[in-house]
């Protein structure tokens, strides 16, 4: 398709891609953006929930471990993650950072030294907590089983501005793409001005096969009519996440691929538990996710706790029973309240092919995993027991949200992938800084810490440039 080479080609349009493409184009370098997910804005995003299912997500709304007992959430979109999420926003803390430290010999992974990088981040996007006078129901019923229980919570950060609760907005909308453009993603905060700077973005455009030639890079690509195109760069950018850049590097099996690659996958495993009140909650009403657990005994534990809910679509995967017992179920949608359980795994899977290309995800929740789980459930069953609930149900389907490893960071060649400069360790022109390269299950919502990494891994590809 193209005969321009460019600097820097970026696979993966979501918070690293976007953010390393605004960057990089910053500097003045000549880059491609390729996304294999739709571009859409907040006239065009899904109205219904199959249509965002379908639209948004890779695997028509949902892929399954090799048992179908976890399911991933893997967004496929520009914007990525920040378009389908909540915006949750929070810095790891040394617990993570000193954990990812032990493990990748990298001694920059501490609370002083990401700092600055946390605060860049931090600087390009509006953050806020939930007005008090406009957290509903669902949260009031975990802050008081809080306190019923002793334990602390606190308000949930999040990249927001301008929700307009006041005129009855109901965030769960915002799953299927914010129609007010207040929530912060990547598509409204960086994107517009890599833009402005030049940045050629090619949307429904998949990878499917990446080769060296000489100081080159050639990617293989189809685009949404099945076309074949060809991309050419000196630099090759990965951001297509844990699944799918371990994908394109196990199908274009590349000179000296590590033995690690797709090896050491975390997802933080969450389980949502719903309690049933004579009284209608309304847990999908207005902000449906403001609160989280900041119980020290948690944290220790390996575990966290939000008030969340989901769509219906979602909420019936999660309810069990079949037919008339399962529409009874549905029928109580609004007298539901919801507290999910979300783990900081230690048990990693891994990811592979299979003999016809597929990804083949081996993912288990065993072990300590298992009985973290339990410790967390049992929790949200004091809490509502202790709130009036007359019975709790606990979702039947482990979700993964956070998809984290298989392209792990690393001083060491021989345990890691990607080395200290965000480089592959042998192929010096291929970089990466999503959450793919992530050692360990950091037990702290990622988005941030992609952020900062994103911008410090920029920073790094830049002087290598300018010094070239």
Not at 380 to 387: D, E, V
Not at 407 to 414: P, W
Request: aromatic share 8%; proline share 3%; with cysteine.
């Amino acid at each position: 398709m193209l005969s321009v080479i460019d600097d820097y080609l970026i696979l993966g349009a979501g918070v690293s891609g976007i953010i390393m493409a605004k960057e990089l184009t910053a500097n003045g370098a000549n880059v491609t953006l390729m996304e294999a997910g739709e571009h859409f804005n907040k006239d065009t995003y899904p109205q219904k929930e199959i249509d965002a299912n379908s639209k948004l997500y890779w695997g028509g709304g949902i892929e399954l471990n090799h048992q179908a007992t976890i399911g991933f959430l893997r967004p496929k979109v520009v914007g990525g993650g920040s378009i389908v999420n909540q915006a949750l926003l929070d810095r790891f803390d040394n617990v993570a950072l000193e954990s990812w430290s032990e493990v990748s010999g990298i001694k920059d992974f501490n609370v002083e030294k990401m700092k600055a990088w946390y605060e860049k981040a931090e600087s390009g996007v509006k953050i806020q907590e939930i007005p008090k006078e406009y957290r509903n129901a669902n949260a009031d019923i975990f802050i008081q089983g809080f306190k019923n229980l002793g334990y602390e919570c606190a308000p949930l950060k999040r990249a927001q501005s301008g929700c307009e609760y006041e005129k009855g907005n109901d965030c769960i909308q915002c799953l299927s793409g914010c129609k007010l453009d207040s929530k912060q993603s990547t598509a409204i905060t960086a994107l517009p001005k890599a833009l402005e700077n030049g940045l050629k973005l090619f949307s429904q455009m998949e990878a499917t096969r990446i080769e060296q030639k000489h100081d080159l890079i050639i990617v293989h690509a189809v685009d949404k009519n099945k076309a074949h195109h060809t991309f050419k760069a000196k630099n090759l950018i990965l951001a297509s996440g844990a699944v799918g850049n371990s994908k394109l590097l196990l199908s274009s099996k590349l000179k000296n691929a590590s033995l690690m690659l797709g090896k050491n996958f975390y997802t933080h495993p969450q389980f949502m538990s719903l309690g049933l009140y004579e009284k209608e909650i309304a847990a999908h009403k207005g902000p449906f996710q403001a609160m989280k657990s900041d119980e020290p005994h948690f944290r220790i534990s390996k575990f966290k706790l939000e008030n969340v809910f989901a769509p219906p679509v979602g909420l019936a995967m999660l309810l069990p029973g079949f037919g008339k017992k399962h529409m009874a179920s549905m029928k109580k949608l609004r007298h539901y309240a919801c507290v999910e359980v979300a783990i900081r795994d230690q048990v990693p899977g891994s990811i592979k092919l299979t003999s016809s290309g597929r990804v083949h995800i081996t993912k288990e929740l065993k072990g300590d995993d298992f009985q973290t789980y339990k410790r967390g459930e049992k929790v949200i069953h004091q809490i509502f027991y202790s709130t009036g609930a007359t019975k709790v149900i606990n979702g039947e389907l482990s979700i993964g949200l956070h998809l984290m490893g298989g392209l792990c960071i690393g001083e060491d060649s021989k345990s890691s992938v990607v080395n200290p400069d965000f480089q592959l360790h042998h192929a010096s022109n291929i970089f990466c800084a999503d959450s793919s390269i992530f050692p360990n299950a950091p037990g702290i919502n990622p988005s941030l810490t992609i952020m900062a990494l994103t911008l410090k891994a920029a920073d790094r590809i830049m002087k290598k440039a300018n010094h070239s």
